[in-house]
């Protein structure tokens, strides 16, 4: 639970957004149901993630935790997802894995790096050069029909990073500054799913 510093960061965040009443009321309602609802870590982060997928019209998403190290590709610890089958979360595999995503990953990397803080990407403010959509990965992610994406990478005390992806398929139009908003405050003042392993 956030305590009075962090809600009056929250407070802050919200009123310098473009979100809605209607936006602030169900992200209320989203965190509240987290909070109240039955079973563990596991299944809160589910639910957590299941709910943001909703609030911001996402059709997938990812959570890991991961090695960090702007130099290198992801290494990750542990990892869940819904979404997918089989066959597409292979194909996001290989896309994810693709020599050429280092390139489209590290600037934000070396922000999240420089900054310590909880950082949350659309694809286009992380990949402005549309470097992705020209790159030998691209196809990769056709395969797997991802048409955007949006990331929310969390600083870990002891190193590394919780990172969590939501997807949508192609077609579909990119993600937000009002979406990377909702994402960015949901998944900010969860702290206590962050620390736990996955």
């Not at 029909?145 to 949508?168: A, C, H, K």
Request: aromatic share 8%; with cysteine; hydrophobic share 40%.
């Amino acid at each position: 639970m956030p305590g009075p510093e962090g809600c009056r960061n929250a407070g802050a965040r919200i009123r310098d957004s473009p979100l809605s009443e209607s936006d602030v009321r169900r992200i209320v309602r989203l965190l509240g149901d987290v909070i109240a609802a039955p079973g563990g870590i596991q299944e809160k982060r589910r639910l957590l993630m299941d709910g943001l997928c909703g609030l911001i019209d996402s059709t997938a998403w990812v959570w890991c935790m991961a090695e960090f190290d702007p130099d290198k590709p992801p290494s990750f610890i542990g990892l869940i997802h819904s979404g997918f089958d089989e066959e597409r979360f292979a194909r996001y595999l290989e896309a994810m894995n693709h020599p050429a995503m280092q390139a489209v990953t590290r600037p934000s990397s070396m922000e999240l790096q420089s900054k310590g803080i909880h950082l949350t990407r659309t694809q286009r403010r992380m990949d402005p050069d549309f470097l992705l959509e020209n790159s030998p990965a691209a196809p990769y992610w056709r395969q797997a029909n991802i048409g955007s994406l949006m990331t929310s990478q969390r600083p870990m005390p002891g190193g590394g990073i919780s990172g969590i992806g939501v997807y949508r398929e192609l077609g579909m139009p990119h993600f937000d500054e009002r979406e990377a908003k909702i994402a960015h405050i949901v998944l900010s003042e969860v702290p206590w799913l962050h620390f736990t392993a996955l």
